[in-house]
């Protein structure tokens, strides 16, 4: 029998959330046994005015990592545009024995270049910020995995690294798991090939996702990588309930139309429902979902989630 699917919730805070706001969620998918939760890592809300304003992602999660247990804590992702790699790696290093070895870190190339201007944060061209990110991966590996007493250099066409110290080391051995993700038919599959240990396809439909997986699968194998050495996962937004009006009220509550959702999102629905639509995800491969709670004042739709729909996937 195939493993069961594995749960993560995942929030946008920059749509308008408090660090409160975002620690409630945490708390009630750790205690409703969801393995993690995540948060994009934005300074800009893409709608709405975006009240009271953007929290850091990695303060927000050494925060968190404080305040919870057993959870798993990680960002869908980093933008490499936003943090110098030694800084960035110190952080998440930080944070990692802050929580006592629980994080992640998704790290992206960047892309909304609106935030960008509106915190004065530059801005390059897709190709160098694919190269950035590349620079970025390997400076961050490196860092973590030198050994204690040895020094790390590097030598790239945007970062240098000379005679560093390479301090401090996480707690994960060998180091947190990295998760590359995105629909990039060439940079991505190989960059996952290289660093992650999970690839994530996120608000994608089947064939798309599927698609991806097999050239992520290629890129492995190309890498002399065993197919099992990687997690395949899948994010998506998240409207579940009881019946067509508990639906109806979650959609309009994100200012989403039903019809719009159900097409878009395996995760819309009824509980019977939602668990048909994700079985085709999970033939293609999806091991890892996450869910996508863009309305964080309902706890009650995390709970209700973890409570009538995770049992009939497992």
């Not at 493993?3 to 998918?29: I, M, W």
């Not at 975006?50 to 050494?62: E, R, Y």
């Not at 110290?165 to 290289?194: E, F």
């Not at 999806?286 to 863009?294: D, E, G, P, T």
Request: aromatic fraction near 10%; charge should be negative; proline fraction near 8%.
């Amino acid at each position: 029998m195939d493993s069961p699917l594995d749960f993560r919730v995942f929030v946008e805070p920059q749509q308008g959330a408090t660090y409160a706001d975002q620690l409630a969620v945490a708390r009630t998918a750790e205690a409703a046994g969801y393995s993690a939760f995540f948060r994009s890592d934005h300074y800009t809300a893409m709608s709405g005015d975006g009240m009271p304003g953007p929290t850091d992602s990695w303060v927000t999660l050494g925060a968190i990592a404080r305040e919870t247990t057993s959870i798993r804590l990680g960002t869908m992702v980093t933008s490499a545009t936003f943090r110098y790699p030694g800084p960035l790696a110190i952080a998440v290093a930080q944070v990692d024995e802050m929580s006592g070895g629980r994080v992640e870190l998704g790290l992206g190339a960047g892309w909304f270049e609106a935030e960008h201007k509106a915190y004065a944060i530059p801005f390059p061209p897709l190709g160098e910020r694919f190269d950035r990110l590349t620079e970025q991966l390997d400076i961050i590996r490196g860092l973590w995995t030198t050994p204690p007493g040895e020094t790390f250099d590097y030598s790239g066409s945007h970062y240098t690294v000379a005679d560093s110290p390479a301090l401090p080391k996480p707690v994960q051995s060998p180091h947190p798991p990295i998760i590359i993700g995105g629909a990039g038919a060439k940079r991505t599959p190989a960059l996952a090939a290289t660093f992650a240990a999970e690839f994530n396809i996120p608000f994608a439909p089947l064939e798309v996702t599927a698609t991806q997986f097999e050239r992520v699968a290629s890129a492995l194998a190309d890498a002399g990588r065993s197919p099992g050495s990687l997690t395949y996962s899948a994010a998506f937004v998240v409207c579940a309930g009881r019946d067509e009006q508990e639906i109806a009220r979650r959609a309009a509550a994100i200012g989403r139309e039903v019809d719009e959702l159900r097409s878009n999102s395996p995760l819309v629905g009824t509980p019977g429902e939602i668990a048909d639509k994700l079985g085709a995800y999970r033939e293609i491969g999806v091991q890892r979902a996450y869910l996508q709670v863009l309305d964080m004042s309902d706890l009650d739709h995390v709970d209700f989630f973890a409570a009538e729909v995770i049992p009939q996937l497992s």
